[in-house]
């Protein structure tokens, strides 16, 4: 069996090291760094979920529709990203990684503090577009960073851990934001010169500051050195001409990389669009549909959902792990086995969730799913790493993230939109929550199932180069 080069690794001085002389960062140094993409990542997520406990609020104090927020808490963040996302990913292919992280951490900060002051609809989705263009850089060069600072074995292990960052956002969103929302949403409204500030805005304007804090924070973090791809892989030009460099920083290359081997590649692809879709909208429309169905107010609704989450997290990190290491023993495609697995939980408490008799009987269901969710995770994320090309793994990420990015977004105004044109009823929104869960849950398992074979066989071939 023939053995290709094996990677070796270049600082950020252009040095090179000997296979043999491949130095992995030092233990404190790769944890510290993971510690602090933890934060920023719970920031991001606590974020989300305190705009989706406000919804409510949102909609009444600026009298919209269902679909309006949904078009608000969605696809108002990814206007400028769809244009600006994947260039802002390749500077973590050639600036210090560290650097792009720091400043993507205060700008999304600053834009979420900024948001608490909008005055009408068209600022506050001014707010969410200039948010998401903010943060494209955050997932991209995380991974990458990640993904140098941990050798392949303990990789797997590093992803697991940056789930905390979600675990964190997730549980403190609900807890914390539900008190918040039922002890500021009640005050009198701030006039500050002509800008009149409701209560629960200034939720909004306190939760963009520990971003700032974390961007600092990343200037402690230490630059790993980067490993030199293998030869097979797809090289950015190095002679060609200002349009084609141009092309390069836009991603051509990366969508080579991807188009050249498509079984593999857009199923994964596919399989994370859809279930984004879903899993994005559920995130956002939950706390309207425990207010409209049960009668449950946010500080209520924020208690059960805290709870819950902390256990279906840490539950999901646990049969995660575990469930991958058992697949390895005896598949090479273990990630994406162990992916297909989960997201067929996944379908089943999404469509379940919303049929429940009680509240409690709801949010448990659909923790059951969270914890699936969580679960496949981290083997999903694993599999994009282990396969995408270092020379661009920055922009591979990118465009598998902006599938989760771009389709997560929409999931909102989708959920809204089913509900406005198709039930109707504002209180039936239970109904929408199911019809989006048909629509696109089973088709994402199928995916994610006919990925398997075509993962395989690539991990067994980047085996056979020696990668």
Not at 365 to 391: D, E, H, K
Request: proline share 6%.
């Amino acid at each position: 069996m023939a053995v290709g080069p094996t990677p070796v690794a270049t600082g950020d001085d252009g040095t090179v090291s000997q296979p043999s002389e491949r130095q992995w960062p030092s233990t404190a140094s790769a944890y510290w760094g993971l510690t602090v993409i933890v934060l920023a990542t719970g920031m991001t997520f606590f974020d989300q979920v305190i705009f989706g406990m406000l919804g409510e609020r949102v909609k009444h104090d600026f009298g919209l529709t269902d679909s309006q927020l949904g078009f608000l808490a969605g696809p108002a963040g990814i206007i400028i990203y769809i244009f600006v996302g994947i260039p802002i990913a390749r500077l973590a292919d050639i600036y210090p990684r560290r650097l792009v992280l720091a400043s993507s951490a205060v700008v999304v900060g600053s834009i979420i503090s900024l948001g608490g002051f909008a005055q009408n609809f068209y600022q506050f989705i001014a707010s969410r577009v200039f948010l998401s263009a903010g943060g494209s850089a955050h997932a991209p060069s995380s991974y990458s960073i990640l993904a140098d600072s941990f050798p392949p074995k303990k990789l797997t292990r590093a992803f697991a851990l940056l789930q905390f960052g979600f675990i964190g956002g997730t549980t403190l969103g609900p807890l914390l934001g539900g008190y918040l929302v039922m002890t500021m949403g009640g005050w009198e409204p701030t006039h500050v010169g002509p800008l009149m500030i409701r209560g629960w805005q200034w939720i909004l304007i306190f939760a963009g500051l520990p971003s700032i804090l974390i961007g600092l924070l990343f200037l402690t973090v230490k630059e790993p050195p980067r490993l030199i791809p293998a030869t097979d892989t797809v090289q950015p030009p190095s002679d060609a001409r200002l349009s084609r460099r141009v092309l390069t920083f836009m991603g051509l290359d990366a969508f080579k990389a991807i188009f050249s081997r498509p079984k593999v590649y857009l199923p994964l692809f596919g399989a994370l669009a859809l279930s984004a879709v879903d899993t994005f909208g559920l995130q956002f429309w939950r706390t309207p549909f425990m207010i409209r169905t049960y009668g449950w107010n946010e500080g209520e609704i924020g208690a059960a959902i805290g709870a819950i989450t902390l256990t279906a997290s840490l539950s999901g990190l646990v049969i995660g792990g575990v469930l991958v290491e058992w697949l390895a023993k005896k598949h090479k495609d273990a990630n994406v086995r162990a992916a297909t697995i989960c997201f067929s939980m996944v379908t089943i408490c999404a469509i379940a969730g919303p049929l429940m008799p009680n509240g409690w009987a709801a949010l448990i269901t659909f923790g059951v799913g969270a914890m699936f969710g969580l679960a496949g995770a981290v083997p999903q994320n694993a599999a994009i790493q282990r396969i995408a090309p270092n020379a661009m793994r920055g922009q591979v990420t990118a465009i598998y993230l902006f599938m989760f990015t771009f389709f997560g977004a929409i999931g909102s105004y989708v959920v809204g939109l089913v509900q406005d044109l198709v039930v109707g009823d504002e209180q039936q929104l239970w109904k929408a929550l199911v019809i989006t869960a048909v629509a696109l849950l089973p088709l994402a398992t199928f995916f994610m199932f006919k990925a398997i074979r075509p993962y395989r066989e690539e991990v067994e071939r980047l085996e056979a180069l020696g990668g």
